[in-house]
């Protein structure tokens, strides 16, 4: 992971406000449900899309930088977003099981989904293993580590002031 002092971390934290500022919720609505993402998650982004954060007398739009960086790393990693499409149609086919649907359904979604992000993220990485979980952990520890020393920098400026 890069560690970042706190003056770079402000920096870059400054730099993605600026790259986001100007971006529209409605664009990325228009990219989730393409790409097959369920209304109800969407909807549940755009309350997180409205977060600021008042940062050394600078307002940081958190949320959507967050929201974008979501895209931006499933974007790079398609097979993940397609194993989780995948999972999602298992959770709802099994829902329309008679009687015992309802009540599965919530697992069968989990379950299926999460195997199938981790079989996509495999793919993903070029070398399909017998452990697809492994390559999954793996893409999103560097999905979010540049969040984390980012954040975690800011925090380090802010505690030592």
């Keep these: 992971m890069q560690v970042l002092t706190r003056e770079q971390g402000m920096f870059e934290l400054t730099l993605l406000n600026a790259e986001h500022a100007r971006e529209q919720f409605d664009d990325i ?5 393409a790409l097959g993402i369920p209304a109800e998650i969407m909807t ?3 309350s997180l899309w409205t977060v600021t954060k008042a940062i050394a007398g600078e307002m940081i739009a958190i949320g959507k ?6 895209f931006a790393f499933l974007r790079a ?5 397609v194993g989780l499409l995948l999972g999602a149609a298992v959770g709802v086919l099994t829902a329309a099981v008679p009687f ?35 390559a999954m952990i793996q893409l999103a520890k560097a ?3 540049f969040l984390q020393s980012i954040f975690q920098a800011v925090r380090d400026y802010y505690l030592a002031n």
């Design 29 to 33: 609505l228009v990219e989730g449900l």
């Design 44 to 46: 549940r982004l755009e």
């Design 65 to 70: 930088i967050l929201v974008t960086q979501i």
């Design 77 to 81: 990693h398609p097979g993940i977003a």
């Design 100 to 134: 015992i649907g309802p009540l599965l359904a919530p697992i069968a979604a989990s379950a299926s989904m999460i195997a199938g992000a981790a079989i996509g993220a495999t793919f993903d990485a070029g070398t399909p293993s017998s452990d697809p979980l492994v």
């Design 143 to 145: 999905f979010f580590e």
